[in-house]
């Protein structure tokens, strides 16, 4: 097992208001880690934390990763680009600031991979939300971070999207034996994505399941049928299971 974070009894509040309760889960190289639950149940917020940005907390992270830093990369709910910035330029921000350096012939081969190939030059007022969350995902992508995490990255988007998308993120995970964490609402998105998932209560939120669905991956009946169904019906559980019920 390479495991490269560790999160253990991570707990959040913000004033008298319980986010998180407790949540705790190994990352190892090569897998896809998908946290799924109810809007408001504090998913963004465990990011957050991951990611270095919220460092008030109890709990712990352990890693041995520069984070923050350039073995991190981590992509918000919107696409944050700069609108000065065309196409290329966006996509070497982040090694801008890191201080990373990628050869011109680098990005434009990440441009072709994101099929954005002829709009290099292109400014985001120009381009379709869509197009504009390719690039998103390219600049966390470009410097090869080990460890990602994405809060709701297809969101919004058309299902032929989210489908280009979700493939670039398993296809970078498996090549680079790298990581992601991926924060979701949706069912169907977290299963095709995730070698292991997370359904998580309503806030305050805990662990309410643990799915994991390497092997089941490998069975498509499973995989369609029965997987779905079960992460489902513990989805409609766990979001009962918080603040507003008599179940804790």
Known sequence: MNKIINFKNIKKSFGSLNVIDDISFDVEAGKIYCVLGASGCGKSTFLDIASGINKEFEGRVISDLKIPGKDLGYMVQTDSLLPWRNVKDNIKLASELLKIDIAEDEIFKIIK???????EDYFPKELSGGQKQRIALARTLSYKPKLILLDEPLGNLDIVVRKEL??????????????????????????????ELFVLTSRPSKIYKHFSLSDEKNNEKLYRDEAFSAVNESLEKAILIGEFSDEK
């Open 166 to 195: 979700a493939f670039l993120v398993k296809n970078y995970v498996q090549e680079n034996n790298s990581s992601a964490v991926v924060i979701t609402h949706s069912v169907s998105e977290a299963i095709y994505l995730a070698d």
């Open 113 to 119: 991979t994101i099929k954005l190939d002829g709009f």
